[in-house]
Nanobody
Framework: VQLQASGGGVVQAGGSLRLSCAASGSISSFNIMGWYRQAPGKQRELVAAINIGGSTNYADSVKGRFTISRDNTKNTVSLQMNSLKPEDTAVYYC????????????WGKGTLVTVSS
């Protein structure tokens, strides 16, 4: 399965962007799907995740501003980002996990989000 992220761009602080991640196959088998980000000089960090049941988890820094959703019929997971801040600037990566004896991790190529002040 391949993951293709899109929707990144340049936005002013306070603005919004919507990232989408399209899978080449069904996402119904992915136990967890999420978005990570990596800013220059920093480690990759979890931004938001959603499990197969629809439960979500967010980094404290984005709670109340970002919303993750998944559409199993369209095989997509999206991240709606509102009230963007310059510190949200990073490359955002889509991730999918199949839990098992050995977990399988899938990563998409990143999409750059730049928030100007």
């Amino acid at each position: 399965v391949q993951l293709q992220a899109s929707g990144g761009g340049v936005v002013q602080a306070g603005g919004s962007l919507r990232l989408s991640c399209a899978a080449s196959g069904s996402i119904s088998s992915f136990n967890i799907m999420g978005w990570y980000r990596q800013a220059p000089g920093k480690q990759r960090e979890l931004v938001a995740a959603i499990n197969i049941g629809g439960s979500t988890n967010y980094a404290d820094s984005v709670k109340g501003r970002f919303t993750i959703s998944r559409d199993n019929t369209k095989n997509t997971v999206s991240l709606q980002m509102n009230s963007l801040k310059p510190e949200d600037t990073a490359v955002y990566y889509c991730n999918a996990v199949v839990l098992g004896i050995i977990n399988k991790n899938y990563w998409g190529k990143g999409t750059l989000v730049t928030v100007s002040s």
